[in-house]
């Protein structure tokens, strides 16, 4: 099954930017790459997913590398309110499957 | 809120017990989601519904079984479980299930302990 790896934890300064990274080596050319997150105490929420392309939305910027076997997070000005854990998810061609791998937690400092 | 309701949030069993997760979305799709979430491990799946019909069955033990009477809800009926089988247990919906740039929308889990 393809995998993600990513760092267990991070930190960062409120209303600063933060960089979160992901690798998938195998990746497949069709699977999509999906990033969720899940604050305490609620089930996980939908941030941002692409295929190839950079990726912009209200919540953050999807920064896809060129040979798809990394990607990158980005909160432009974390706030408190970003503090969660977040999954870097790959959908499976041709299953019914996203495969979540173990987070990274991100802590923000006021 | 996310339209996608579970109950209980808190459930507490013994062994022996017969009881059920119920799973309710409001968002008009078609694939429902078993996920179980147990503490430091990834989250896992167990099964997957399309259009009412079971399509995934991750290797679930028996003792978990689901049934899905219509697209909008989903329940999970648990008898005879084992302390291991205490976690968080998550339901998603999606529009359809297969389709890689689906958006799953998670509800807030049941956190069952299993005494």
């Known amino acids: 099954d393809a995998k993600t790896t990513q760092p267990n934890s991070m930190e960062s300064n409120e209303e600063e930017p933060v960089h979160l990274p992901c690798n998938h080596s195998t990746i497949s050319g069709t699977d999509y790459i999906h990033w969720y997150r899940q604050l305490p105490s609620q089930g996980p929420e939908y941030v941002i997913h692409?295929?190839?392309s950079n990726v912009n939305n209200r919540m953050a910027s999807l920064a896809i590398a060129e040979d798809r076997k990394s990607s990158t997070l980005i909160l432009h000005r974390a706030t408190l309110r970003d503090a969660a854990v977040y999954y870097c998810i790959l959908t499976v061609t041709g299953t019914y499957k996203y495969i979540f791998g173990t987070g990274t937690r991100l802590k923000v400092l006021a | 809120e996310t339209g996608v309701t579970q109950t209980p949030r808190h459930l507490v069993m013994g062994m022996t017990n017969k009881k059920s997760l119920k799973c309710e979305q409001h968002l008009g799709h078609n694939a429902m989601y078993w996920y179980k979430q147990s503490a430091k491990k990834p989250l896992e799946l167990m099964f997957v519904y399309n259009f009412k019909e079971q399509t995934e069955n991750n290797s679930v033990p028996s003792r978990f079984s689901p049934e899905c009477p219509n697209s909008s809800h989903l329940f999970l009926h648990l008898h005879t479980l084992q302390p291991e089988d205490s976690a968080l247990y998550l339901c998603?919906?999606?529009?359809?299930?297969?389709?890689?740039?689906?958006?799953?929308?998670f509800g807030a889990g049941t956190r069952l302990s299993v005494l």
């Open positions: 692409g295929l190839t």
């Open positions: 998603a919906s999606s529009y359809l299930a297969g389709a890689t740039k689906n958006i799953q929308y």
